[in-house]
């Protein structure tokens, strides 16, 4: 079975852009977390999806979005991006039980 | 919220030495599990744990769910250089948010061969 990809892998972006990051789970997964990983702040949970519901939110302000599609692929948007924003964002994908298995994330960078 | 206190945050190692690491939650939590991340890659997940009391290995990992559901334990015996990576403890806890996951700081493994 393929693992979860996410898509690009490295990003540069500006200060005031926005931008669009996107996770295809393992097949026949249906839930979908997004986490932003920091060198300070560790690893925090963004949302989660399920069969193209959010049924999890993290506390990150409303600048941080996602959505997830009916063929259980997810897209997860920052826009009003700040510095701070950089970070690694992964995502992962959960089939049974509470066992996810992540991708390799996008590395965001912010200037 | 929940929080997860993982410990030691680095350890520095010979080949061939056991390690242990471990995880305290000030709140019970019914889930454990054990990643390990490596430069450039994202956590590879390496064992769970759903039952407190319960001790599962994976080679040469074994982890334990504590018996308080408040902790967890990871032991790698006789490590190797591929061990080097950063390990993180991850709980999944009672209440609302059940599909969340609340993960540790992380210990920095290195092993010198």
């Known amino acids: 079975k393929a693992g979860v990809t996410q898509t690009p892998r490295y990003l540069i972006k500006t200060r005031g852009q926005q931008v669009t990051l996107s996770c295809s789970p393992i097949?026949?997964?249906?839930?979908v977390s997004w986490y932003q990983q920091t060198p300070g702040q560790g690893l925090q949970f963004l949302f989660e999806?399920?069969?193209?519901?959010?049924?999890n939110k993290g506390n990150f302000p409303g600048r941080f979005s996602g959505r997830q599609f009916s063929n259980s692929r997810s897209e997860m948007n920052v826009s009003t991006l700040e510095l701070g924003d950089s970070a690694l964002y992964l995502c992962a994908s959960s089939g049974k039980m509470y066992e996810q298995y992540f991708g390799p994330g996008t590395r965001l960078t912010v200037t | 919220g929940q929080q997860l206190n993982q410990s030691p945050q680095s350890m520095f190692i010979q080949e061939g030495e056991d390690v242990s690491m471990n995880c305290t939650s000030s709140?019970?939590?019914?889930?454990w599990l054990w990643y390990k991340q490596e430069p450039g890659e994202g956590p590879v997940l390496l064992i769970a744990l759903y039952k407190a009391g319960e001790l599962t290995s994976n080679g040469r990992l074994t982890a334990q769910f504590g018996i308080t559901r408040k902790d967890s334990f990871l032991n790698i015996s006789a490590s190797i250089p591929s061990d080097v990576g950063i390990y993180f403890c991850a709980g999944q806890g009672s209440g609302g948010s059940n599909y969340k996951l609340t993960f540790g700081k992380g210990t920095l493994l290195t092993v010198n061969p």
């Open positions: 999806y399920f069969s193209e519901t959010q049924r």
């Open positions: 097949s026949g997964h249906r839930s």
């Open positions: 709140s019970i939590f019914n889930t």
